[in-house]
């Protein structure tokens, strides 16, 4: 059961930090500032180092926020991994 958690949170996540380069269907519906809110959310707590990132590195932003979802994952799978 936490592996299918972790690969939904996994691929929610990942659409989630696409979503400000597709079109707004594609953004669950959210609005410009709120889709990349859900992003940053779902990456806590590596997307507190956000603000030290330059303003004009947009690009290091959502990879931080990708690198935080992938850490995250792995941090379910593992103990999805311990639990069985």
Do not use: K
């Not at 936490?2 to 597709?22: N, T």
């Not at 959310?41 to 926020?65: I, K, N």
Request: proline share 5%; charged share 10%; net charge positive.
């Amino acid at each position: 059961m936490i592996a299918r958690i972790a690969v939904l949170y996994l691929v929610v996540g990942l659409l989630a930090c696409a979503a400000p380069w597709f079109d707004q269907a594609f953004a669950f519906g959210l609005s410009g500032l709120l889709r990349s809110t859900l992003a940053m959310l779902l990456s806590l707590p590596w997307s507190l180092l956000a603000p030290y990132v330059p303003e004009s590195q947009v690009t290091l932003v959502t990879l931080l926020c990708v690198m935080g979802i992938l850490i995250n994952y792995g941090a379910l799978r593992w103990l999805a991994a311990r639990a069985e």
